[in-house]
C-alpha cells in the first residue's frame, strides 16, 4: 500500500532535529538551531559566524550537478542508483530522486537502516547479504512493508543458501531480487568467470520462489592498468563480460521474468558502462548506473575523472554545462612558524587524505574585502595530521595567523564521513542551510 | 564556585541517550535502548546479536592500561592530561580523570565545546587560539565560570595581540593562561628558536594581567630521523630545547607567578618527556604529558612504540603489567572470489589505515563452539576501499562466507572517529556497556 502522494516526506523531519554546539562547526555558546533554521540565522562564513574548520556545500553548485546528471542520464536512456554511502545524507538522497534518480544504492544494512527510517522505498544493497542480522533486517523489512522495493548482489553458493533460509523461516511471500556479481582476478568480489557465475545463477534459480535472479552487476571502479589506454580497455573488457554473463544467464532461462537489470558504473567510468551495456543486446535490459560522487564532485580525483569522461564520449563532452566541485573545506592559519612554512587548523579529521591531499583554493583575510581571492601558485598541502595540514608556501605568501583558507578535496566520501552536518553555502559565502549526515 | 563534591556529573546524562537504528552496530528493527541499558540487553557479539562491522572496547583491557599509565605516572611524579581529540568521549575522559588526570587536553574549540558541555573543568588547548569564534568562545566561558581552568598555546605575537584584545574587549577578569609553543624546524607549529621564543613570551608578559605566561610546551611525536637512535636523540634535544626555553623565560622573570608548567609526549616517547622534562632544573615545575593513546593502545603502531618505551625506560620496565590493545573491529567474510583472496565488510568507514591497515586476530564460525580462534600466519589485509577490505589468505585458510574476523587496528584516534558509539565488551564478548563519542 503505497503512500499517497501527499504524505509528509520523513526526510522533512531532520529539518526539526536540533544543531547544537556539541556539532562541529557549530558556534559555541550559541542556542541550539533548528536544522530548517539554519538559513535564518544570517550567518556567513567570511564574517566568522562560525568556527572553523568548517566543510561547507555550494548550493548552486549541487543544483547544476543534479541537472547535468539528469541530462547525461536523458541523453543515455540510463537510470541511476546513486551510491548513498558517499554523502549518507537523505535530504540529499531527496535531492537526488527529485532529479529522477531510480534508486539509492547502500553498501551495508546499517545504511539500509538510515534510509529506510527516512522513507526511502527502493533500494540497491551493492553488497552481499551477509550475517544473521543483515539478513534478517532486510527480510523483516520485506514481510513489514510491501511497498519496500530491494535488491541485493550476490556471488557465492553460500550467499545464496543463507539467503534463502531466511526468506523461508520468515515466510516471505515475495522474492529477494538478486543481481549477480561479476568480478576481475585480484580485485574484489563477484563471480571470476562465467561457469563460477552460472553456478550461482542455478543455485539461485533453484530456490525460486524465494530468492529470483533479476539482472547482472560489477564493480569497475578498482581497474587499474599501466595507462589510462589499459585502464579503460580493462573496464570495457570487464563490462562485456557482465553481459556475457547476462546473455548466458538469459539463454538458460534463469533470470526472473520481465526486465532484466544491468548495473556498473561508479563516478568515474559511467559513460563507458552507460554505452556498453546498452550496447550489450538484451533487450529487455535496464542500466542503473550508481555514481555518488557527481553531486558533490571534487578539486582533484574526480574532477580529473570528469574530464577525462568529456574526452572519451562525445555525448557526454555536447551536453550543457558540467560538473563541478561543490564541496570546500575552510580553515584558519593557525601558526606560520616559518617563512615557507604555515600550519592550517584541520587535519585528517575533517577532510579525506585517501586519494590525494588537500588543495589550497583561495584566501580571505577577516575584514578585509568583501570576497575570498585565489591563492598564488606554490601553495601546497604537503602533510596532514590529526587536526592539522602542513602547507608549503612560497616566501612571499602574504598569509597569516588569522587569514581563512579554503581547501578543495579529493574523494567526497571520506570527506562527508568526518562531519555530523555540513552548512549550505551561497556565491557570497552566506549560510543557507544546513544538511544532517547519518554515519 | 566548584560544585559540591556530590553534584551529578553531567557525563553521566550521556546514559540517558538513546541509541537506535540509526548509529551503526545498532541492530535494526529493535527499539531503541537507552545507552546506560546496553549492558541489560543480554547481547553478544559471537552470537551475531549485532550487525557487523562493529567496534568494541574490552572493558577489563581498559582498565588495566588506566592503572599502568596511573602507576608510570606515580613513579615519574608527572601528570597527564590525556589528549582528548583520540576518543572525544567524555565517559572515557570520566574514566582518566577517575585514574588521576589532571586535565583534558583538547585539538580544537569544537572539542572544547564537548568537554564544557560535559562539565570538563581543566581543559588545556593543545593549539593557538585562532578565530573570531574560537578565541571569543574561550573568552566567554572563562568569564561565565570561575571554576573553569584553562590553558592554550602561543607561538606568535599576532596570537598575543588577537588574545589580549578579546580578553579586554570582554572584561576578562583573569588572564588567560599559555604555554609558549617551541616547534622545530620542518615540523608543526611552534617558536623554532630561543629568540623568536622569548620575543613572543617578551609580547605575553606586556599584556599583562589579560594574559600570563604559565609554562613551555612541545609536541615531538612528529620528529622523525634516519633510524631509532636518531628519532631518538632529535627527541632528546628537542625536549632540551624547550626545557631551554622556560629556562630564558625564568631568568628573565616571563613567566607569572608559581608554578610553570612543562608540557610535551604523546603516546609515543612520554617517558622521554617524564625524564628530561623532570631533570630541566625548574624547581617549580610541574610536567604534564599528554598521550592520548594509551587507554586503548592498538595493536600495531603503538604497540610498537610501546615495546620501545620498555626497551628505553628501566623505569616502565619495571612497573606491573603493561599497555594492551583494547579496540577491535569485527567483521564478516563478505566474499571469497578466490582460493588466495578475501573480502571483508569493512574499510575506510571503519577502522583506521592513515599509520597502517589493520591486521586480522582472529575468527569465528557463527555456532560453532563458543569462542574465536587465532588465525594463523599469512592472513593479511592489502587494501581497504571505503566499506571493504581486501585480505590475502592462505589457499587451506578455512574462512568461507559468514564468517566473523576482528581486526587489530593501528592508530585509535582514526577509528574513533568512525564511531558514533562504541560497545564495551567482557572476555568472553558480552555488551556491557557501550560509550558515545563526539566528533
Redesign the interface.
Known amino acids: 500500500m503505497p503512500d499517497p502522494m501527499n504524505a509528509p516526506d520523513p526526510i522533512d523531519a531532520i529539518d526539526d532535529l536540533l544543531l547544537d ?2 556539532v ?6 550559541h542556542a541550539p538551531v533548528r536544522l530548517g533554521d539554519v538559513g535564518k540565522q544570517r550567518w556567513n562564513l567570511l564574517r ?6 568548517l566543510a561547507v556545500l555550494k548550493r548552486d553548485v549541487l543544483d547544476a550537478n543534479g541537472r547535468w546528471m539528469a541530462r547525461f542520464l536523458k541523453a543515455t536512456g540510463c537510470v541511476i542508483a546513486p551510491h548513498g ?1 558517499t554523502t549518507m545524507s537523505p535530504q540529499l538522497f531527496k535531492r537526488q530522486l527529485a532529479d529522477g534518480a531510480w534508486a539509492i544504492t547502500v ?4 545504511q ?3 534510509c ?2 527516512f522513507g526511502i522505498k527502493r533500494i540497491l544493497l551493492a ?2 547479504l ?5 539478513i ?2 532486510v527480510v ?2 520485506l514481510v513489514r512493508d510491501p511497498a519496500f522495493e530491494f535488491y541485493a548482489l550476490i ?2 553458493i ?2 545464496v543458501a ?1 539467503l534463502a533460509a531466511e526468506a523461508k523461516r520468515q515466510g516471505l511471500a515475495r522474492p529477494v531480487n538478486l543481481l549477480l556479481e561479476g ?1 576481475i ?8 568467470n562465467r561457469e563460477q557465475a552460472l553456478a550461482v545463477a542455478r543455485a539461485i534459480k533453484a530456490e525460486a520462489p524465494h530468492l529470483a535472479l533479476v539482472g547482472v552487476e560489477g564493480f569497475e571502479g ?1 581497474i587499474r592498468g599501466a595507462s589510462t589506454a589499459e585502464n579503460e580497455a580493462r573496464v570495457a573488457a570487464f563490462l562485456d563480460f557482465l553481459a556475457a554473463i547476462a546473455a548466458d544467464c538469459r539463454r538458460e532461462g534463469l533470470f526472473a521474468p520481465g526486465r532484466v537489470i544491468l548495473s556498473a558504473g561508479g563516478s568515474a567510468y559511467y559513460d563507458m558502462a552507460a554505452e556498453r551495456l546498452a550496447a550489450a543486446g538484451i533487450s529487455e535490459a535496464m542500466v542503473v548506473l550508481r555514481s555518488g560522487c557527481y553531486l558533490t564532485q571534487d578539486s582533484t580525483a574526480y574532477r580529473k575523472a570528469f574530464e577525462r569522461v568529456r574526452e572519451r564520449s562525445p555525448l557526454a563532452a555536447g551536453l550543457e554545462g558540467g560538473l563541478m566541485p561543490a564541496l570546500e573545506l575552510w580553515t ?7 617563512p615557507g ?1 604555515l ?1 592550517l ?1 584541520a587535519g ?2 575533517d577532510v579525506s ?2 586519494l590525494d591531499l588537500p588543495v589550497p583554493l583561495a584566501w580571505y583575510r ?1 575584514g578585509v574585502g568583501r570576497s575570498a581571492s585565489p591563492l598564488a601558485p606554490g601553495h601546497e598541502v604537503v602533510q596532514l ?4 595540514a ?1 602547507v608549503k608556501v612560497p616566501a612571499q605568501s602574504p598569509l ?3 587569514d581563512m583558507v579554503a581547501l578543495g578535496i579529493s574523494h567526497p ?2 570527506t562527508f ?2 562531519w ?1 552536518a555540513m552548512f549550505l553555502v551561497d556565491d557570497a559565502y552566506d549560510i543557507v542551510g544546513a544538511i544532517r549526515t ?2
Chains 1, 2 share one sequence.
Open positions: 554546539d556539541l562541529k562547526g557549530f558556534p559555541g555558546g566568522e559566524d562560525l568556527p572553523l574548520p554511502k553498501a551495508t544494512v546499517s539500509l537502516q538510515v529506510r527510517r553488497n552481499q551477509i550475517g544473521k542480522q543483515a534478517g533486517e523483516r523489512e556471488d557465492s553460500e550467499g543463507m568480478g582476478e585480484g580485485g574484489r568480489a563477484g563471480c571470476r578498482l584558519y592559519v593557525q601558526s606560520r612558524p616559518e612554512r600550519i587548523s585528517k579529521r587524505y585517501d577577516p595530521n590529526d587536526q592539522h602542513h597569516r595567523p588569522g566520501c571520506t564521513d568526518k555530523q547519518f554515519f
